[in-house]
């Protein structure tokens, strides 16, 4: 990814000797090519501020995130060149070398780094986050963090999870997997080149041909071949899955090994020419003012697609086309010279530095943003976020000049690629045992409180949960200072449905059907997640009652006929689904009520009060009443509820909020209940906030079980007023339980 500065033995560095060669027509001597590329460190510098810029200071630098595209396309060329030189000289590659180069480069910073994160995390994380701590660890020393979190992003209950201090591993593993995976591909082309040659060419030409492998010709044909099926497939599949809003699509591999690929495409056509083998004529690029404006325009477009770019740019896709250009179009200036040309600025010893640790910048930055997260429990300020650049900077120097540098040049590893592949083992097997501590020592903590939660919920003291609303909603009962659910456990506190709730990008919402088999009402529970948050609560009172209880549940997707945004960019499909639901429940003519919910944070192309009021509207028509509950208050720190319980069982005020500031600003409820005036609104916005507070933990239990879902606990010990108030409703509205 980022890298130190390229020291290399004079034949093995030709990027820049192709420019200086069209610059004399083809026809001079080539002088000597520069043992060190400054562009290429002044692209890894740029990549790796933009990348952290993004991350400490998102408005400055919106589409900062395609540093890691400029990364991409940086290693692609390098790597391939690399290739390419070692097949023109020794007529193979080898490949255990070639890993062995690899692992002493990249293995040792991020090494310590997973090291030092997870002796953090241990010392001062709370146990609710050690066990994804160590999955991260785990899968970023195997170079598979892409995966896990391409998995997790279309995992609904799991994209809501907290980013880990590892999480920018997942870049990492691409490249990792690229380095794995592109020698054998050059490899391929260049046996299937020459293959081709010598079946074309007949025996008479064997001979030859021996001569060319071992002169060092490459099978340029045939490596363009291959490298340009590898970039039109893998661009063609990213612009497939960005295009159906798959949010894997930012994560793995085949969605993104184009960019690398694209670089090695420029190393191709850059290589010099073997014997026997003729290059393009490049008399177009003979002039150092054209060499000058290719420069420039590559840093224009690296600065559009990082200053242009944002949060609701499809991407990668064809987007990620314009950094990558980019950085190609710099990289293939090579050298400039002139009053207008960039080399000055690009040569200064601050940028070069940059771009000899950006590697380590780049992995110690995210880690130091996430534990000052944690600790300030707000985003950086200006101030703040120099601070932790300069942070950043300090260790990613101390790691390059004490870590990287040191075991990389290490003579016994050196020396012998065997064995430096088989300490990379080891100690890969090592940091993997540490990756999976975390976890049981976490668990082990878990058990004893789990077997006073289970105590708890066995035989619910006076005032548990909602219970003691009335006195106050302390939190803890009188001698009980057990919190249930435990928060290591509290992710899992909801209502398991199965496909009863169906995933965002699903084009259906199934209906499924509990309680009584006849009931004396029909009740539909329809919605988004917190609609189904709702779901015990309900349950409970249906069969209090002996109804029938319906539901149409969809992640994601507010049971409303105005368009969200996540729709419009794909993510997520409702609208259709919504349609159908809609249709189902009226043509059912059985469904006495419908209850509904959605979370306020949702935003909307346009008109969402409208939205809501048009399907109520339509409902009631039909003769259904309509019952929509006002969306329950958000936790009051940065992070999780159940992460600062954890960490402040003694001071769990902190981890409440205001009630002026625990809920959603743009709430449509109320607005489309004034637009449909005929539904009845139930608010329970007392039962989690008193006094103008709303804490975290109410009567010994956690309210909510991640950012903004209610514990199911907490919904079990609400279902008594639920129910009160919704029958009051029902009652008022002429729906008795013998209505039937």
Known sequence: MAGTRLQLPAWTLYPLFIPACFARGMTAEPKLPRRVLPEVQALRAVAVLLVAGYHFAPQLVPGGFIGVDVFFAISGFLITGHLLREVRTSGRIDLPGFWAARVRRILPAAVAVIIAVLGATLAFLPATQWKAVGTAALAAVFSVENWVLAAASVDYLAADTEPTALHHFWSLGVEEQFYLAWPLLVLLAVWLGRLWVRLRLGSLARERAGREDTAGGLPRIALLLVFGAVIVASLAYSMVLVGSGNPAAYFVTPARVWELAAGGLLALLLAPSGPGLERGNGRWFHAAGARTALAWSGFAAIAAAAFGFGSATPFPGLSAALPVAG??????????????????????????????????????????????????????????????????????????????????????????????????????????????????????????????????????????????????????????????????????????????????????????????????????????????????????????????????????????????????????????????????????????????????????????????????????????????????????????????????????????????????????????????????????????????????????????????????????????????????????????????
């Open 327 to 740: 950085t190609l179009a710099v990289v293939m200036a090579g050298e400039t010279r002139g009053p207008f040309a960039p080399q000055k600025i690009l040569e200064l010893p601050p940028v070069q530095w940059v771009g000899n640790v950006s590697y380590s910048l780049y992995l110690w930055h995210w880690p130091v943003l996430i534990f000052f997260l944690h600790f300030s429990g707000s985003e950086p300020g200006p101030a703040q976020g120099i601070g932790l650049l300069a942070l950043s900077l300090l260790l990613a120097g101390a790691s390059h000049r004490w870590i990287e540098t040191p075991v990389r040049s290490l003579a016994p590893l050196a020396s012998s690629k065997w064995r430096t592949l088989g300490i990379g083992v080891i100690v890969v097997g090592l940091v993997a045992a540490m990756s999976l501590a975390p976890g049981p020592l976490a668990q082990r903590d878990t058990v004893a409180q789990e077997g006073t939660a289970a105590t708890l919920l066995a035989a619910p003291p006076p005032g548990f949960g909602a219970a003691s609303v009335p006195a106050g909603a302390p939190p803890y009962l009188r001698g009980v200072k057990q919190i249930v659910p435990v928060p290591a456990d509290a992710e899992h506190d909801l209502p398991h449905l199965g496909e009863c709730v169906q995933k965002p990008r699903s084009r259906v919402t199934l209906e499924c059907t509990t309680g009584a088999a006849d009931g004396s009402l029909t009740i539909a529970l329809v919605g988004d997640s917190h609609a189904t948050h709702w779901y015990r609560a309900l349950e409970a009172t249906a069969k209090e009652h002996g109804w029938t209880l319906l539901t149409y549940l969809k992640n994601s997707c507010p049971f409303t006929a105005a368009e969200r945004t996540a729709e419009k960019n794909g993510s997520i499909s409702c609208h259709q689904a919504n349609e159908d639901t809609l249709k189902r429940i009226v043509s059912r003519g059985i469904v006495d009520a419908v209850v509904t919910s959605h979370w306020a944070g949702s935003v909307f192309e346009k008109g969402a009060a409208e939205g809501f009021a048009d399907y109520w509207g339509q409902l009631e028509d039909a003769g259904i009443k309509v019952y929509p509950i006002i969306d329950t208050p958000r936790p009051g720190t940065k992070s999780y509820a159940r992460d600062c319980v954890a960490l402040h069982p003694e001071e769990l005020e902190s981890c409440g909020a205001p009630a002026s500031k625990a809920f959603e600003a743009n709430d449509s409820t109320l607005a489309a209940a004034e637009r449909e005036p005929r539904v009845g609104v139930l608010d329970f916005s007392d039962q989690f906030c008193v006094r103008g507070f709303c804490p975290a933990v109410i009567g010994n239990v956690l309210v909510y079980r991640d950012g903004h879902h209610v514990s199911d606990t907490y919904m079990r010990t609400l279902a008594p007023v639920f129910g009160i108030r919704i029958e009051a409703m029902l009652h008022a509205d002429g729906l008795n339980d013998d209505v039937r």
